[in-house]
């Protein structure tokens, strides 16, 4: 499997706190069947101020030591970039590094607020020939009051990707049920572990590879994981690899976070 969305590199943001933390990662990712690793930091201006000269130099760092531990992981570049005005002159002069150097790209809009003119932003970003990676959509606290727009990103070209664990309850009931519904409805293209520790957040995959195949079946989950993640690295047209699958035929319930929020359930 390939994960592409890493907070592994120690001690340049809030993920990997040391390098004895990031081995532990790194150990765990390969336990769990994933061969490639983008190291993506956040890149957060007055927060996170990490570039593409500095990921890249942490990165020869780190692979050099896993493989003296003789640990089977190869690691790719990239970035969670945080939705900024910079960030596409940024991307295009190279400062901030899209995914192994394509045109794919980890977006991650404000967690707490819908940004004004977010499709426009978007549709901006596809016209110069990059292609923005939501990051975990089901986990931003405004996609209940604004599930549409996200449909429309994807009709004007977006990917999605929702984060393993909100399939697995490890983000709470809210999260899980916006990544199956969007799973349902066709809108992922990618998961990822989007991990940070080896603990609260780990970098497992084949859990959520499992999860969603019952919503998917195994050969779309096979994609997530898989097909899309290294078409990404190939650098292949988004019309090169496959297609999103049709909306699911059947009727879903709420969730249970969504009936808990709306009714009090426990």
């Known amino acids: 499997m390939i994960d592409l969305h890493c907070h592994l590199l120690p001690g340049i943001d809030d993920g990997a706190k040391d390098l004895e933390t990031a081995l532990a990662m790194a150990r765990m990712a390969v336990a769990d069947g994933i061969r490639v690793l983008a190291c993506t930091p956040h890149v957060?201006?007055?927060?996170?101020?990490?570039?593409?000269?500095?990921?890249?130099?942490?990165?020869?760092?780190?692979?050099?030591?896993?493989?003296?531990?003789?640990?089977?992981?190869?690691?790719?570049?990239?970035?969670?970039?945080?939705?900024?005005?910079?960030?596409?002159?940024?991307?295009?002069?190279?400062?901030?590094?899209?995914?192994?150097?394509?045109?794919?790209?980890?977006?991650?809009?404000?967690?707490?607020?819908?940004?004004?003119?977010?499709?426009?932003?978007?549709?901006?970003?596809?016209?110069?020939?990059?292609?923005?990676?939501?990051?975990?959509?089901?986990?931003?606290?405004?996609?209940?009051?604004?599930?549409?727009?996200?449909?429309?990103?994807?009709?004007?070209?977006?990917?999605?990707?929702?984060?393993?664990?909100?399939?697995?309850?490890r983000f709470g009931d809210t999260p899980r049920y916006w990544g199956e519904r969007m799973l349902d409805e066709g809108l992922v293209h990618i998961l990822a572990t989007d991990a940070h520790s080896a603990r609260g957040r780990p970098p497992l995959l084949a859990e959520a590879r499992e999860a969603a195949s019952r919503y998917v079946g195994q050969g779309e989950a096979r994609n997530l994981v898989e097909v899309r993640p290294a078409g990404i690295l190939d650098n292949r047209p988004p019309d090169k690899l496959p297609a999103l699958p049709a909306r699911s035929a059947t009727t879903r319930r709420p969730g249970r976070g969504i009936l808990k929020r709306l009714f009090g359930l426990r």
């Open 44 to 169: 957060y201006p007055g927060m996170f101020e990490n570039d593409s000269h500095g990921i890249r130099a942490a990165i020869e760092v780190l692979q050099t030591r896993l493989d003296e531990e003789g640990i089977a992981l190869r690691l790719v570049i990239g970035a969670d970039a945080h939705m900024t005005p910079e960030l596409p002159r940024r991307l295009k002069e190279g400062t901030v590094p899209s995914l192994g150097g394509t045109r794919y790209f980890l977006l991650e809009p404000p967690h707490h607020v819908s940004p004004p003119r977010l499709d426009e932003y978007v549709f901006n970003l596809l016209a110069v020939g990059l292609v923005p990676v939501v990051t975990h959509p089901e986990r931003l606290t405004w996609i209940e009051e604004h599930y549409e727009l996200f449909q429309k990103l994807v009709r004007q070209g977006a990917w999605m990707q929702v984060t393993a664990g909100s399939l697995t309850g």
